[in-house]
């Protein structure tokens, strides 16, 4: 592996699947593990495809999207070094809902079907988490349904920047970039809505001074403007 055993036991201790775990028994989950690498625009698994085998993020950026009946391209949300993915053999499921690509180039660690099933059975923990992980995620489906389904668009755009700010970002100059590979397009398929759209609030957002955005990259100059947006209030009240 390109990380040391260690780091790579370091990163599976912040994994909520494997909380509660001994180092010595996440040492184990970690032996057991296969290493992956893909180049950006290069895919884990694809929609559809039988779901053998669920990943952490050991380097890079992941995004999980998904093709509607209707032909539509979803965001489901983008996974970095820590976060699960491609969960579905956890949860009994026989196929991928969704697409994980690699964004930019990216590891990730991997356990097959059969392997995860010998792991749970000898670590009580981790099916523990495994339920608890599936109670979150049908609760995060739920609000981002109820924010796809109520909330004005321009507020689902800057809720879906803070977002992506929370998990990754860095301090430049100009403000505060998100640090991965994100266009127009991308922020338009997160947050359920048309090109047109995106491109138009984020130019007002630009004469407002609120962002600056190029090719793939995006700078919020003004936090707290974004935050009022998200939450529908002046920034005096922030």
């Known amino acids: 592996m390109a990380l040391l055993r260690d780091e790579v036991t370091e990163i599976l201790s912040t994994v909520r699947l494997f909380r509660d775990l001994t180092r ?5 989950v ?3 593990a296969g290493l992956v690498k893909k180049e950006p625009g290069r895919a884990f698994f694809i929609q559809g495809a039988e779901a053998r085998r669920l990943y952490v993020v050991l380097k890079g950026r992941v995004k999980i999207g998904r093709i509607t009946p209707e032909g539509h391209q979803i965001v489901v949300r983008y996974a970095g070094a820590g976060d699960l993915f491609g969960c ?3 949860y009994g499921g026989t196929e991928y809902p969704a ?3 690699a ?3 990216s590891e990730a660690l991997y356990w097959n079907r059969m392997t995860m099933d010998r792991l749970m059975g000898c670590y009580p923990p981790i099916a523990l988490n495994a339920l608890e992980l599936l109670g979150q995620e049908l609760s995060d489906i739920r609000s981002r349904y109820q924010e796809l389904v109520t909330e004005k668009v321009e507020r689902r755009v800057a809720r879906a920047l803070l977002r992506l700010i929370n998990q990754s970002s860095r301090k430049v100059d100009a403000g505060i970039l998100i640090d991965f590979p994100l266009s127009r397009q991308d922020l338009a398929e997160i947050t359920g809505t048309t090109l047109h759209t995106v491109s138009r609030i984020l130019s007002a957002w630009e004469q407002r001074g609120i962002v600056t955005s190029g ?3 995006i700078v919020i100059t003004r936090p ?13 009240d922030l």
């Open 24 to 28: 010595q028994q996440l040492t184990d």
């Open 224 to 236: 707290r403007a974004l935050v009022s947006i998200a939450e529908d209030l002046s920034e005096e």
């Open 103 to 105: 964004v930019t180039a």
């Open 215 to 217: 090719r793939r990259k």
């Open 99 to 101: 697409t994980g690509e």
């Open 88 to 90: 579905v053999p956890l």
């Open 30 to 32: 970690a032996a057991a």
